[in-house]
């Protein structure tokens, strides 16, 4: 494999250099597979993402995509042998249309910087993962990023319109539309939202802007316990409530971000829910949701102004630096409905009572989504390790009974960070045998070779 001439790209768009593939092998998630990969192709255009993968599937060589490497499931983590084809340098905007209200964008645009584009015409993109401010948008249709703003806007597919993609042998294909509706065939573009880099590299998107809001209100509450919160959230949806935010911190992950931010949100309670209200009847909204909250919780502090609110929000953005700086983090990302959210947070504290495993949980409330974050050992002592030999029994036994939980409940192993590597043999339990298999078929329509996201997806 090492012997292989390296892809035929101009002078510095390829490297073999130790740093340069160490800089670029891993992702977020904290896994690190076994052997070296064979080095990295930086893509400048559509056309070097071609001549990557024709040269890739002429000799075989397994391809694993990277944007910013912000992913949590193992999914831009290089094994032994592969090519890696980093995205982060097609980064422009191409268009940024305020009567269609669409923008075309290269997949290493970042998610902040296209949301401020948009703003700057009176539009937003609204899908906002929580690492917006460094995940790309190629990496976020990957995945099917979800976010804060899920629960009132959706996640990303519901924002994307069309596609470019590069299939494995280098062919180009370009799926959906630019207009608002198109039913003409079968859904390609939503088939390969989602897809993990399994069927094809997205190298341009075309995606759907909304009006910016014209107010927003942020309430930040502080409860005696993640049940009593979660009771208020579904007292606010009952009200009829739909909020464009609703975001908890369970006591141990407050205490976390107060250590590492040297703020004092513990003292005001054991857990921390943050809602948001967006649009015309923002303050209406926020007013119901104020009485409601006011019922229950310690404390109530509200915010109408944008300084207030970036720093209300910005405990929930520093949440997993914070859990990071404690150790090695596993981010789990299982869904249930929203009936059973507390159900479900109330079984994850007692797995990690049960194992002796930290586990701090983190949810997306109005959509029954949950991140429990398993943190072991320590990162000045113990490092990223290597494979999963690093990770000790106990957490994956923890991760595992957190799966089946999930599932027991009705949910899902992955609400939005995906399947990747380190979930891979939980797919098969969630989604069946026949249903397995058929999505193993049509990997191979795409990619007969298989060269793709090598041991990713099903």
């Known amino acids: 494999m090492t012997d292989v ?90 268009e940024l249309s305020r009567t269609d209200q669409v923008a075309v964008v290269e997949p290493g645009v970042i998610t902040d910087d296209l949301d401020r584009a948009a703003r700057a015409v009176g539009l937003t993109y609204a899908p906002d993962p929580a690492s917006s401010a460094i995940s790309t948008i190629g990496g976020n249709i990957a995945t099917n990023a979800g976010g804060l703003r899920c629960a009132k806007y959706g996640v990303t597919r519901e924002s994307v319109l069309g596609l470019e993609v590069v299939l494995a042998d280098g062919e180009i294909i370009r799926t959906g539309q630019r207009s608002v509706k198109g039913v003409a065939g079968y859904d390609l573009t939503s088939l390969f939202v989602g897809s993990e880099g399994t069927l094809g590299v997205v190298v341009g998107a075309t995606l759907r802007l909304r009006p910016a809001p014209v107010g927003t209100v942020t309430l930040a509450a502080f409860f005696d316990s993640f049940g009593t919160a979660v009771d208020a959230v579904t007292g606010i949806a009952a009200a009829g409530i739909v909020v464009a935010m609703a975001e908890l911190l369970d006591g141990p992950t407050v205490r976390a971000v107060d250590a590492a931010t040297g703020g004092n949100l513990a003292l005001r309670g054991e857990t921390l829910l943050l809602v948001q209200t967006d649009g015309p009847g923002a303050g209406r909204e926020g007013d119901a949701a104020e009485e409601i909250l006011r019922g229950s919780a310690r404390d109530v502090q509200r915010s109408a102004d944008e300084r207030t609110t970036r720093q209300l929000l910005a405990a929930r953005r520093a949440a997993l630096p914070s859990l990071e700086r404690l150790g090695r983090v596993l981010i789990e990302d299982i869904a249930v409905p929203r009936s059973q959210l507390a159900r479900a947070a109330a079984r994850v504290a007692e797995i990690g009572a049960d194992t002796g495993v930290q586990i701090f949980t983190i949810a997306h409330a109005a959509d029954g989504n949950l991140h429990p974050i398993i943190v072991v050992g320590r990162p000045d002592v113990d490092g990223p390790g290597s494979g999963s030999a690093a990770i000790p029994a106990a957490a994956w036994y923890a991760a595992e009974r957190i799966f089946r939980t999930a599932l027991e409940l009705g949910g899902t192993v992955t609400g939005e960070h995906g399947i990747g590597v380190l979930k891979r043999q939980w797919l098969g339990t969630e989604l069946g045998e026949t249903n397995l298999h058929l999505q193993r078929r049509l990997r191979r329509v795409f990619d007969p070779a298989g060269i793709l996201a090598p041991g990713h997806g099903p």
């Open 5 to 94: 001439r390296p892809p035929p790209l101009p002078d510095g768009q390829w490297s073999r250099q130790d740093a340069v593939v160490d800089a670029h092998r891993l992702d977020r998630s904290g896994w690190q597979p076994e052997g070296r990969p064979l080095g990295v192709a930086f893509a400048h255009s559509a056309d070097d993402v071609r001549a990557v993968l024709r040269h890739a599937s002429r000799y075989g060589i397994p391809v694993t995509v990277r944007g910013a490497g912000t992913g949590l499931a193992g999914g831009a983590a290089a094994p032994d042998g592969a090519l890696i084809l980093d995205l982060h340098r097609m980064n422009h905007i191409r």
